[in-house]
């Protein structure tokens, strides 16, 4: 038997979540996921949150264990290319959204989804990083390929305190990037100065409908909030800049004109992390192994157990939850 996070929708479509005791007979099924994982870690995430709360509709398929992410070891695999033991690692795929996801003691999984642990990490290192560090370097890494290198002038990346912005703030800064935070907790400074921001700003004054075309300020973005946020820094992006959009925790909404992408070249970059081919989650963790550190990495955690998911869910959904949630299934 092990625990797992189960969500069921009532007969009124409402979300009802609970603590419950499984058995392997309940996982998916062996034929299409190979690999059987005794998780150790896992995380809370924005979509997780509203998965769990009912507040977004997130979940696909009833009953569901939420989770976009998980990390441990492989207990059982059809699959040659994974030995009992393995150290792995699973982010995105439709898990906790098509698929059975991370918030559990154990789960079944594709062998495809799979990605060994790289070294300095751990599973729980892992998970700190998880889908939230793993779509931070994905906008990164779009922003060096749009050509943006260091000296270029100011990145901005908007709500910099989440996980997203956390480790993307942390990345760019240790790159060499001059890192401007955006954020609604002034009380946060200090946290994302530590983290390589270099200076801080308000959020307020982004959240609301703003001019087409505004000063030219941004070499770079990397938005995780969408609607006026991402409306505003494009209109205040320099000539031939780039964008890249990963969230929407202000809204799905794009209230803006054309103007800074014809009259200015701006790039606008999508980034999607939950279907990313193998080689580009492995280029992504590379970057992320070589410029994040273990100190820093503790500095964004914070750590709860399987037990306390369902309670601490709306809190991340306030915005009142710092940089990343990793969850202890052992608790």
Not at 105 to 126: D, N, Y
Request: proline content about 5%; charged content about 15%.
């Amino acid at each position: 038997m092990f625990k797992a996070i189960l969500l069921q929708q009532t007969d009124d479509k409402k979300t009802r979540a609970a603590l419950v005791d499984q058995d392997d007979s309940a996982l998916p099924d062996a034929a299409t996921h190979a690999v059987t994982v005794d998780v150790a870690w896992s995380t809370l995430n924005f979509k997780d949150a509203l998965a769990i709360t009912g507040k977004g509709a997130v979940v696909r398929n009833w009953p569901l264990v939420p989770g976009i992410d998980l990390a441990g070891t492989v207990a059982e695999s059809r699959d040659p290319a994974w030995q009992k033991g393995d150290p792995v690692v699973v982010t995105g795929w439709g898990m906790g959204e098509n698929f059975w996801g991370g918030l559990t003691q154990r789960q079944r999984v594709q062998a495809g989804w799979l990605l060994k642990i790289p070294a300095p990490f751990t599973p729980r290192s892992a998970m700190v990083i998880a889908t939230a560090g793993f779509t931070a370097a994905l906008c990164v890494m779009a922003l060096q390929k749009h050509g943006l290198k260091p000296g270029d002038g100011e990145v901005l990346v908007t709500g910099a305190a989440g996980g997203v912005g956390s480790i993307a703030v942390a990345l760019l800064g240790k790159l060499g990037y001059t890192v401007v935070a955006s954020t609604g907790r002034p009380q946060e400074a200090d946290y994302l100065t530590r983290l390589g921001a270099a200076r801080i700003v308000d959020r307020q004054a982004y959240t609301a409908p703003g001019k087409p075309l505004q000063k030219e300020t941004w070499a770079g973005v990397v938005d995780t909030v969408g609607s006026h946020t991402l409306a505003n820094a494009c209109a205040a992006t320099r000539f031939n800049g780039a964008v890249a959009a990963c969230g929407l925790a202000q809204g799905g909404d794009f209230p803006t004109t054309v103007m800074p992408f014809i009259l200015r070249g701006v790039t606008l970059y999508g980034i999607n992390s939950v279907f990313v081919p193998n080689d580009q989650r492995a280029q992504a963790w590379a970057l992320m192994a070589a410029h994040l550190d273990a100190g820093l990495l503790d500095s964004l955690t914070t750590e709860i157990g399987l037990t306390e998911v369902i309670d601490y869910a709306p809190r991340l959904l306030a915005g009142t939850v710092r940089g990343r949630t990793v969850v202890n299934t052992a608790r």
